[in-house]
């Protein structure tokens, strides 16, 4: 049993940035990728960036390349996302979510531990 708790959410201007964090707890070494999904009202949920837990690969959306970054920290309890040149469509509630499968995905049904999101709204 894994549980994640996001936090750093908030209010930002356009062009401005914000550092969300996803610690984690319980059975952490059954976690293969932690990624970051968001979601807007009447959207799909969508793909941000994943991580492996070991810290050996990246992938990122298309639409966050060059803008926003994922990481860990050296004890591997917490994944990072910084944010950089927000704009006003990257307003969305952000989750973080742990799976256990041994590949990288994408897909939202991969991921089987997801936490409580925190709200990230980016006025124009």
């Known amino acids: 049993q894994v549980q994640l708790v996001e936090s750093g959410g908030g209010l930002m201007q356009a062009g401005g940035s914000l550092r969300l964090s996803c610690a984690s707890s319980?059975?952490?070494?059954?976690?293969?990728?932690v990624g970051w999904f968001r979601q807007a009202p009447g959207k799909e949920r969508e793909f941000v960036t994943a991580i492996s837990w070991s810290g050996g690969w990246t992938r990122y959306g298309d639409s966050v390349k060059g803008r926003f970054t994922i990481s860990r920290d050296n004890a591997m309890n917490t994944v990072y996302l910084q944010m950089n040149s927000l704009k006003p469509e990257d307003t969305a509630v952000y989750y973080c979510?742990?799976?256990?499968?041994?590949?990288?995905?994408?897909?939202?049904?991969?991921?089987?531990?997801w936490g409580q999101g925190t709200q990230v709204t980016i006025s124009s």
């Open positions: 319980g059975r952490t070494f059954s976690i293969y990728v």
């Open positions: 979510a742990a799976a256990t499968s041994r590949r990288w995905s994408a897909n939202v049904s991969e991921y089987n531990v």
